[in-house]
């Protein structure tokens, strides 16, 4: 499984951004995705991820409210709207599958990760 994350880019805060995740090489109907990000200097943790079937979400508790994780089976794709963006939410995103039902929080259970896009929010 190969997957390509884009529409990263540089906004002020207050603004949104759609990421996209295109996974290509297999089907990944049956995999969970998930999104991570890395902060300059930091490790990278988890922001959301979605179940196999899009029947189930999750979110770290700063994104709550602000962004929404979302999979399109058909398109193999999965996406992140993200909402009223803050400074804090700077880094690297990555998004990544899990060959399993329910995904987990921890990026070192995911089989396979995207390049990253870059998301820069300005005060």
């Known amino acids: 499984v190969q997957l390509q994350a884009s529409g990263g880019g540089l906004v002020q805060a207050g603004a949104s951004l759609r990421l996209s995740c295109a996974a290509s090489g297999r089907s990944v109907g049956n995999y969970a995705l998930g999104w991570f990000r890395q902060a300059p200097g930091k490790e990278r943790t988890f922001v959301s991820a979605?179940?196999?079937?899009?029947?189930?979400?999750y979110y770290e508790d700063s994104v709550e409210g602000r962004f929404t994780i979302s999979r399109d089976n058909a398109k193999n794709t999965v996406y992140l709207q993200m909402n009223n963006l803050r400074p804090e939410d700077t880094g690297v995103y990555y998004c990544?599958?899990?060959?399993?039902?329910?995904?987990?929080?921890?990026?070192?259970?995911?089989?396979?990760w995207g390049q990253g896009t870059q998301v820069t929010v300005s005060s």
């Open positions: 990544a599958a899990h060959i399993a039902v329910v995904p987990p929080p921890e990026a070192s259970k995911y089989n396979y």
């Open positions: 979605i179940s196999w079937s899009g029947g189930r979400t």
